[in-house]
């Protein structure tokens, strides 16, 4: 079976993904998603990190468009729990820029191996060519060399650089719910002429491994509202799962 088979099940994904109710922390954080757009797209700092990122060396399901939905999220996610911790609007907003800055620059080594490692150190050269401080870099390296799931973190004693990385990885693991099966998995299957056989065999073996990052969550906010978007993606994943088969049986 040819790539088109899997344009069909990505149409299917979607098509599913947009009858799903949109995940809760989206509608009941509306005003700080603008926000955290706004300063994606205009914040001096990030305009800086942004052009100095070199998108050819993004993996294709890995690219722009998801570092930019996790610097969002992540950044949502820092104010959300800087209230909780009683922060001052002074000391939270910082950390609001830092964690988008590291949502937009944590996934720059994704085509090499250990590429949260390769990733922190890169950043820290990026960062520090741009002028950014020692502590805010220390925050953006370590919050990306801890942003893989099932790995042992590196943690500070510093309760600011901690909130960075785990809402790096919470808005990380954000993705693996319905964008994953929507968008990530076809450009991955598709840019690596994956056999469908192959993806069939595998399928529900990965899924059990998306089941568990519901474990993982670190926040608050992450453990309030991650589990959602993984069952809608775990949703959507059974749905294709069963598509597969019914292609393969029908082809045999």
Request: aromatic letters at 6%.
């Amino acid at each position: 079976m040819g790539m088109p088979v899997y344009q069909k099940l990505q149409d299917k994904a979607l098509e599913l993904a947009q009858s799903l109710p949109r995940p809760s922390f989206y509608g009941n954080h509306a005003a700080l998603l603008r926000r955290s757009e706004d300063t994606l797209l205009n914040h001096e700092l990030v305009r800086k990190c942004r052009s100095s990122l070199d998108e050819s060396q993004l993996e294709c399901a890995h690219g722009l468009c998801h570092c930019e939905a996790v610097a969002r999220d992540a950044g949502v996610i820092v104010l959300l729990e800087a209230a909780e911790l009683g922060m001052s609007e002074a000391e939270a907003d910082p950390l609001f820029v830092t964690a988008i800055v590291a949502g937009l620059l944590h996934d720059i080594k994704r085509k090499e191996q250990d590429h949260a490692v390769r990733g922190s150190i890169e950043s820290e050269k990026i960062l520090t060519r741009i002028g950014v401080g020692l502590r805010e870099r220390q925050y953006i390296a370590d919050a990306i060399r801890n942003h893989e799931a099932f790995q042992e973190t590196f943690d500070r004693d510093d309760t600011a650089g901690r909130l960075v990385s785990d809402a790096l990885y919470d808005a990380d693991k954000f993705r693996w719910g319905p964008e994953n099966f929507s968008v990530t998995l076809w450009l991955m299957v598709t840019s690596r002429n994956t056999p469908l056989e192959a993806l069939h065999r595998t399928f529900q073996e990965k899924m059990k491994g998306i089941e568990k990052i519901k474990e993982t969550f670190r926040t608050v906010t992450g453990k309030r509202y991650g589990p959602e978007f993984i069952d809608q993606g775990i949703t959507i994943g059974n749905a294709i799962y069963d598509q597969m088969t019914i292609l393969l049986k029908r082809d045999r």
